[in-house]
T-cell receptor
Framework: DTAVSQTPKYLVTQMGNDKSIKCEQN?????MYWYKQDSKKFLKIMFS???????INETVPNRFSPKSPDKAHLNLHINSLELGDSAVYFC?????????????FGSGTQLSVL | AQTVTQSQPEMSVQEAETVTLSCTYD???????LFWYKQPPSRQMILVIR??????QNATENRFSVNFQKAAKSFSLKISDSQLGDAAMYFC??????????????FGTGTRLQVTL
């Protein structure tokens, strides 16, 4: 069973469209994250949720809106997609919101904006 | 703000040999955690090893070990008896010990490791 699953794995869309990426974890974790990996492989945190509460919002444009309907899900909705949004988006989870906790990552969603 | 630097964009090692990947970081904090993550071509991010800054003893996980030099703010990863499956991008990462908004995982830019026969 996949611990952290993201859908879709690949997403190709036109500029200006709205799209969503879904993430689910079956590990019983309290904390979930979204990370963005750009074309140079640089990984940067976007959001962190703990028990459905937003903990970190790392100066991400408000076109990006995370939604956590429950502890096991953290979805990412992106409005008015731009070319610069093309990247790989990773969902991750950890047991607690604690610095030494191991993060479990999904396999990523490769978003290509044309 | 904390920064993590990996000065080696690419490294190569022969199978069964040992390789060391470098990582330095900048922080004013005294307590924190350091990690090495591996990203194979499958894109999955996998935790390789973790080190608590308050521990002087270097962490080891089977063929993987670190050389943690707190004063020098250096955290290198040594891979012994390299295997073909070790070929991947390796990311060094820092996380503050403070919970709350400061506690985010900050990654370096990665080192691509090639393993040759």
């Amino acid at each position: 069973d996949t611990a952290v699953s993201q859908t879709p794995k690949y997403l190709v869309t036109q500029m200006g469209n709205d799209k969503s990426i879904k993430c689910e974890q079956n590990l019983g974790h309290d904390t979930m994250y979204w990370y963005k990996q750009d074309s140079k492989k640089f990984l940067k945190i976007m959001f962190s949720y703990n028990n459905k509460e937003l903990i970190i919002n790392e100066t991400v444009p408000n076109r990006f809106s995370p939604k956590s309907p429950d502890k096991a899900h953290l979805n990412l909705h992106i409005n008015s997609l731009e070319l610069g949004d093309s990247a790989v988006y990773f969902c991750a989870s950890s047991a607690r919101y604690s610095p030494n906790e191991k993060l479990f990552f999904g396999s990523g969603t490769q978003l290509s904006v044309l | 703000a904390q920064t993590v630097t990996q000065s080696q964009p690419e490294m190569s090692v022969q199978e069964a040999e040992t390789v060391t990947l470098s990582c330095t970081y900048d922080t004013s904090e005294s307590d924190y955690y350091l990690f090495w993550y591996k990203q194979p071509p499958s894109r999955q991010m996998i935790l390789v090893i973790r080190q608590e800054a308050y521990k002087q003893q270097n962490a080891t996980e089977n063929r993987f070990s670190v050389n943690f030099q707190k004063a020098a703010k250096s955290f290198s990863l040594k891979i012994s008896d390299s295997q073909l499956g070790d070929a991947a991008m390796y990311f060094c990462a820092y996380r503050s010990s403070y919970t709350g908004t400061a506690s985010k995982l900050t990654f370096g830019t990665g080192t691509r490791l090639q393993v040759t026969l």
